[in-house]
């Protein structure tokens, strides 16, 4: 009689995959909220170091043109104080929101349309 070995494929059982899927499942549900968390905060942080930058071209412009508190400026006179993008503009919210200049001398100098935000306003400290 012939000895009959019986060979068993080599391979994952379903409870092993389905504990697999599980525990990939459990890790990114608790990754996905930390990295959109992360993604306002630095576009966040982007708004307001443009905010800065642009309230700086603003009192360069002012200083160089001689302009009293209350002279209003316009973004495309600020272009030769700030460094633009790559499109040649000045740098835009990376969240979206768009800048309004107030005349010089305001307090703040330059506000972001997203300021109004509960969780994550854009506003200068």
């Keep these: ?3 009959m070995k019986q060979s068993r494929k080599a391979g994952f059982t379903l409870v092993e ?3 697999v899927v599980a525990i990939i499942g459990l890790l990114a549900a608790i990754a996905i909220p930390n990295f959109v968390k992360a993604r306002a905060t630095s576009q966040q942080n982007a708004c307001i170091n443009n905010m800065r930058q642009i309230t700086a071209a603003v009192n360069e412009w002012a200083l160089e043109t001689g302009q009293q508190t209350g002279a209003n ?3 495309s006179e600020l272009t030769p104080y700030i460094q633009l993008n790559s499109n040649s503009s000045i740098p835009p919210c990376p969240a979206g929101g768009s800048y309004t200049v107030n005349p010089v001398g305001n307090i703040p100098q330059v506000t972001c ?3 109004t935000l509960t969780s994550q306003p854009h506003k200068m400290p």
């Design 1 to 3: 009689m012939k000895n």
């Design 73 to 75: 400026v316009t973004m």
């Design 113 to 115: 349309s997203l300021s």
């Design 17 to 19: 995959i389905m504990i």
